[in-house]
């Protein structure tokens, strides 16, 4: 899964955010419009609102993990995606070891 599903590995750190989230927007929603009586009233909830839900919590996510001491709520302790390919570290520049000698530098055992 290291190639293709762009949408889900961009997806992935909000998908616990949505899952958390999500009945604080159905419910309410849900008995505002009610329960589907029709084939359009099944589509709209069966295929829409779960989308409408998702964009939703998304986004309440992606800002919601913006402030430091909420991002261990929304799952966002650890790295951002484990599934994908770790950046290559860019190598220090080392100091330098070798100082000029002095006498007294010089060990005899």
């Given at each position: 899964m290291n190639t293709g599903?762009?949408?889900l590995h961009?997806?992935?750190?909000y998908s616990f955010g949505v899952f958390l989230l999500h009945p604080l927007l159905l419910y309410p929603?849900?008995?505002?419009?009610?329960?589907?009586?029709?084939v359009p009233g099944v589509i709209l909830h069966?295929?829409?609102?779960?989308?409408?839900?998702t964009i939703i919590?998304?986004?309440?996510?992606?800002?919601?993990?913006?402030?430091?001491g909420v991002r261990a709520v929304f799952g966002e302790g650890g790295p951002r995606?484990?599934?994908?390919?770790?950046?290559p570290r860019v190598?220090?520049?080392r100091k330098s070891?070798?100082?000029?000698?002095?006498?007294?530098?010089?060990?005899?055992?």
């Open positions: 599903f762009r949408l961009w997806f992935y750190p929603l849900r008995n505002e419009m009610g329960l589907p009586t029709t069966a295929i829409v609102m779960p989308i409408v839900y919590c998304a986004a309440i996510t992606w800002l919601a993990v913006k402030i430091p995606n484990p599934h994908a390919k770790p950046k190598p220090r520049a070891t070798s100082a000029p000698k002095t006498d007294t530098d010089t060990t005899s055992a």
